[in-house]
T-cell receptor, first 115, second 112 residues
Framework: GAGVSQSPSNKVTEKGKDVELRCDPI?????LYWYRQSLGQGLEFLIY????????KSGLPSDRFSAERTGGSVSTLTIQRTQQEDSAVYLC?????????????FGPGTRLLVL | DAKTTQPPSMDCAEGRAANLPCNHS???????VYWYRQIHSQGPQYIIH???NNETNEMASLIITEDRKSSTLILPHATLRDTAVYYC?????????????FGSGTKLNVKP
């Protein structure tokens, strides 16, 4: 079946503009994660959605970052007033079991470049 | 708040076993060890995970020490396509969700 998809695959924007990144999780997966990966670095947790529960936003770096998940499926990560330090690969992952033997499946990521 | 420590890079000859070490000395009793790999420009790919016992699947084996403070990922017969960054991860249960702590990873270079 289809894996996790993300769009756009690449995004170039000017400093100060807003951007929206989209994630389509695997059908039926109730858990959805957003991560950020700066060049040559590991993954930095941003936000987590599980079913209809309130999201865990503990990893969001500033109030310019927000995310929503509509209908328990597609998620959008929004970055307002982008800064150059926001340049990174933004990865989305989904899983079907948020406890026990959970396995996260990752999308290909969106490469964001803020000029 | 890195929970894992890995060497930044390793080399391995094609066809030989690749043994990738990871230290997680502060791991707690209910925290799992996961391994993912990331091939250039792709999202991370799940390899294997375990809690206490050694695990094996079609991709790799995971050896966890008895005190659980370190582990080793073994690729039994490395191929050129196994060249990637390998992440050792500690999964921490926080309420109703699991937080995955990614380290900096080990860049494995498989050479012909």
């Amino acid at each position: 079946g289809a894996g996790v998809s993300q769009s756009p695959s690449n995004k170039v924007t000017e400093k100060g503009k807003d951007v929206e990144l989209r994630c389509d999780p695997i059908s039926g997966h109730t858990a959805l994660y957003w991560y950020r990966q700066s060049l040559g670095q590991g993954l930095e947790f941003l936000i987590y959605f599980q079913g209809n529960s309130a999201p865990d936003k503990s990893g969001l770096p500033s109030d310019r970052f927000s995310a929503e998940r509509t209908g328990g499926s597609v998620s959008t990560l929004t970055i307002q007033r982008t800064q150059q330090e926001d340049s990174a690969v933004y990865l989305c992952a989904s899983s079907s079991r948020p406890s026990g033997r959970e396995t996260q499946y990752f999308g290909p990521g969106t490469r964001l470049l803020v000029l | 708040d890195a929970k894992t420590t890995q060497p930044p890079s390793m080399d391995c000859a094609e066809g030989r076993a690749a043994n990738l070490p990871c230290n997680h000395s502060t791991i707690s009793g209910n925290e799992y060890v996961y391994w993912y790999r990331q091939i250039h420009s792709q999202g991370p790919q799940y390899i294997i995970h375990g809690l206490k016992n050694n695990e094996t699947n079609e991709m790799a084996s995971l050896i966890i020490t008895e005190d659980r403070k370190s582990s080793t990922l073994i690729l039994p017969h490395a191929t050129l396509r196994d060249t990637a960054v390998y992440y050792c991860i500690v999964r921490v249960a926080l309420g109703n969700f699991n937080k995955f702590y990614f380290g900096s990873g080990t860049k494995l270079n498989v050479k012909p």
